[in-house]
């Protein structure tokens, strides 16, 4: 049997986060993590072992090799963007034969032209993709190499935290490795609320609605979002869901014929994105803003609040916005009443896998190893380790984090439990349906019963 997010509770994600995280839970009162939680083995040592401990290879033999490496990091102004290219320019130095081609996209991009690389057997030497059902036809098409051994070889698997490479295991291979492990929240521009009369964020429904007719009297864009890339919709449509659904498991009901699309909880979800969008919460033309652009709107302070995962606090952190301590974070709240703001959207975070038919394969598991191994150091040093999904040895406070990241990693430890995202969950047919769907909300008021019917009806025809 395959693991997959319909298989892994999110009662359990939240353990897996409450022992990965034990180190940013000390790290906030001004200690350092190292006791609760593994260092992370990144040091230039440790990686310069595993790099001399690789198989044979054509580079060994001094030919010219080029390691093509597909990736999710675009972003000139987020911290692992720096990141990215410190670690690839080090293991260029140290391997003069080796040349890393970096292929960045953005995630909806990279998603497509996966699909496209995948149709053709041409899959790059490493590539990014997501948790559970939507890896699951990658791995069935046997596109990817295992990454058994060279996890075990040196090391790497004990870096990652308690439970998080389950989402990439399949029938007992894994085959990537996260690069997070992360909690949705909403952030918001403290001076811009302030400037709108709101003294303290909502921690109701009905009071985000209202404050964003507030910020939208006084001419401030109340919320960010880049619904080009169709699942950030979906992410916020799904806390709404976790909250109407008055906990976790709706999806699970669902497969498991206990509930239908049409259930009050998903039409009540749908109600109240639909509240939200007709407030005008988002940005005009808010679909045509990819995930980059509509995350910029908030971090150059041209919006009021911004609903992303833990994984947005490292690009925040540095931003305009964030100046001076500007930038604070709370829990998505309750919706009519029901929820529980402890409750998260968990995000298992995307992947790099390893092409199976890669020309140069121990030199593409050596490269994976060595940008592995140094991850979470450098992640780290770059303010960017909030929801990293290895263990991460260092004091965030003395290391100069906000007192917003700060904040964030607070939350790790209230998490109770919580669901993945649609798109981790259900069939991938059935996905691009509710994907479009939920994007289409964005554009015209619908019939909460219509879209929860439409939603029936692509599962149906749809179901494995």
Known sequence: MYTTGKKV????MAGFLAVGLA???????????????????GSASSAASASASAPASSAASGEKVTITFQNIYPDPTDPKYNMLHKIVKQYETDHPNVHIELDSLNTDQQKQKLKTQAASNEVPDITIVNPSAQMKPYVDAGLFAPLNEMVEKNGLKDTFQSGILDYYTFDGNLYALPDGNNIALLYYNKALFKQAGIDAPPTTFEDLVADVKKLKEKGIQ????????????????????????????FLKDVVDGKKTFEDPAFTGAVDAFEQLVQ??????GATSFDYNAGENLFKTGKAAMYFMGSWATGGIEVSDANKDGNVGVFKFPTVGGKGDPNQFMLAPGSAFAVSKNSKHLPETL???????????????AVKGAVGVAQKVDGDYKAAGYSDMAMEVLAMFKDVTGGDISFDNTMNPATSQAHLSSIQNLFVSKEDPAAVAKEHQQAYEDNKE
């Open 9 to 12: 509770a999110g009662t359990a």
């Open 23 to 41: 180190a940013c839970g000390s790290s906030n009162n001004g200690n350092n993590g190292g006791d609760a939680a593994a260092s992370p083995s």
């Open 222 to 249: 109340p919320m960010a979002i880049g619904e080009k890339d169709t699942w950030t919709g979906s992410f916020l449509f799904m806390n709404m869901l976790l909250r109407t659904n008055g906990g976790p498991g």
């Open 279 to 284: 407030a005008g919460a988002f940005q005009e």
């Open 366 to 380: 050596d490269f994976l190893n060595y940008f592995m191994l140094n991850y979470p150091k450098e992640a780290f």
